[in-house]
């Protein structure tokens, strides 16, 4: 897993998936198809928010509609960006992004491997949860979480995508970072990357 790819992932796990494998190329615009992608030379941000573009635009009309609420995190970190410190370097890029997105073939979602991957973590985030309701600080949360240290990142970005709102996204990250350090490099590079 590289940067790009945890960015996808953390935004939505499953347009992650379709970007594993994938050869990569450097071109001008973002072109995806079922073997290779290319991917243009632009600050990172808007490579991570392109990318996710170009990968729900080259889905299946029935994939695209379960994947709505994933379309709408993707312009919600088009707006985290923009109102950052970054916005006026990725303006240009993100205000016109069909000038850099150019899909090439239909893509299919395979919901059987994304429900194998959910079925795994499940009783990870169901112990989660109970931490979550059951500690009486966060410290005590934060302490009990360790098991999350026999994770993969890829599983850790799973925990998170399967969130069911934003503060326990954030308390699930936040174990992660705490116990797991595979996930906590991972991150570290992801926000480099990120900060250019």
């Known amino acids: 897993m590289d940067e790009l790819e945890f960015c996808l992932k953390s935004i939505s796990y499953p347009l992650g998936m379709l970007l594993e494998g994938k050869e990569r190329k450097t071109e001008d615009a973002v072109r995806v198809s079922r073997e290779t992608i290319t991917l243009p030379e632009v600050p990172f941000g808007a490579l991570c928010y392109l990318t996710g573009l170009a990968l729900f635009d080259s889905l299946e009309l029935v994939d695209k509609k379960r994947l709505a609420e994933d379309y709408d995190r993707l312009e919600v970190f088009k707006k985290k960006l923009l109102a950052s410190k970054l916005g006026e370097n990725l303006k240009p ?18 919901w059987l491997e994304f429900q194998r991957r959910k079925e795994k973590v499940e009783s990870y985030l169901k112990r989660l949860r109970e931490l979550i309701q059951e500690s009486r600080s966060r410290n005590e949360y934060l302490d009990r979480a360790s098991f999350v240290e026999e994770l993969t990142v890829d599983e850790g970005l799973l925990l998170g995508y399967l969130a069911e709102s934003e503060k326990e996204r954030e308390l699930i990250n936040s174990a992660l970072g705490k116990h797991n350090p595979d996930y906590r490099e991972m991150a570290k590079r992801y926000f480099k990357a990120l900060r250019g």
């Open 93 to 110: 890029y993100l205000t016109n992004p069909g000038l850099l997105i150019s899909p090439l073939e239909r893509l299919s979602f395979d």
